[in-house]
């Protein structure tokens, strides 16, 4: 078992991924593909893979597609890269999907939204602390959508949850980054979690959050790494030339419709020849031209 701040170290520094989760054509979880994907993508430099995250679809898997995930992630890393795994939903549901991550032998847990319903920041917080309590691993907390901390409230679950190791933001309200970077110092490990990243990188390194996860890994993980390394380097022209010719005309794709933050990297795995097949409902896959205006991007950036 890897220490609660053993795992704060590692995600502390590097690039971070969360592998595409692998259905074959009926929709159902092919784990001999995900496995091949995971031996793919490890050599590449990611400092830790996030196993059933949000652009694993995590939020359209069952518990028994839950745990093949895991265990597939596992058991394909072990010695190469950690695996943490996600885990989110209702409080008992999340204890439940955060134990067994941890019977599997994830070294931590990445802790999703609630979902559905709106709760009062004392009540998000009190779901945090449940889940922490629950396992020995490592905890990240995911601050999106309608489960937002403040620093208030990381601040007792500092002290009340040691395995508490990790604030991710996809938000992007940087009052509230500012204000929980100050307040918590280096009790954390900081994440980058905006969908698309590299968008994002150099104005969060400058808040003090030099780690982000990239969804793009799937696809260009030599280009991921190279912008990566161009963040950490401050090299402004490479950053700028790849935000140019890739990163921003992706998102113009990304942005046409509503779940195509996931939709778009399936697409872009299966243009490599690293297909992982469709996207489960509600989610939806991209259509003939977006492929194509996307395949056109790629062969900028990789050939």
């Avoid at 078992?1 to 590097?14: C, R």
């Avoid at 509230?176 to 994440?191: A, E, N, P, T, W």
Wanted: proline residues 5%; neutral net charge.
């Amino acid at each position: 078992m890897t220490a609660p701040q053993e795992l704060k170290h590692i995600v502390s520094d590097g690039l971070l991924s969360f592998p595409v989760t692998d259905f074959d054509a009926n929709g159902d979880f092919n784990a001999r593909g995900y496995a091949e994907r995971l031996e793919w993508l490890a050599p590449f430099g990611a400092t830790a893979l996030f196993a059933a995250g949000g652009t694993g679809e995590f939020f359209s898997l069952t518990p028994q597609d839950y745990s093949a995930v895991i265990k597939t992630a596992v058991d394909t890393c072990a010695g190469k890269v950690p695996i943490l795994a996600g885990a989110g939903g209702p409080t008992r549901l999340a204890i439940e999907y955060a134990k067994e991550a941890e019977r599997l032998g994830a070294k931590g847990v990445l802790l999703m939204p609630h979902y559905l319903t709106e709760a009062s920041l004392g009540g998000i917080a009190a779901h945090v602390e449940q889940v922490c309590k629950a396992v020995n691993i490592g905890v990240i907390v995911y601050n999106r959508a309608n489960s937002k901390l403040g620093a208030d409230q990381l601040e007792r679950l500092a002290e009340n949850c040691p395995n508490l190791i990790g604030f991710k933001d996809g938000v992007g309200d940087i009052e509230r980054m500012v204000q929980i970077r100050r307040r918590m110092g280096d009790r954390f490990s900081y994440l980058g979690g905006l969908p698309t990243a590299e968008v994002y990188a150099a104005a969060y390194r400058a808040l003090g959050v030099p780690v982000y996860s990239s969804a793009v890994f799937n696809f260009i993980p030599k280009t991921a790494m190279k912008f990566y390394r161009a963040v950490c380097n401050n090299d402004q022209e490479t950053i700028g030339h790849l935000l140019d010719v890739f990163f921003l005309p992706y998102l113009e794709i990304r942005n046409r419709r509503a779940g195509y933050a996931v939709s778009i990297v399936k697409a872009g795995a299966k243009l490599v020849g690293r297909d992982a097949g469709p996207v489960r409902a509600p989610l939806t896959d991209l259509l003939p031209d977006e492929l194509a205006a996307l395949d056109a991007l790629i062969k900028k950036v990789e050939g």
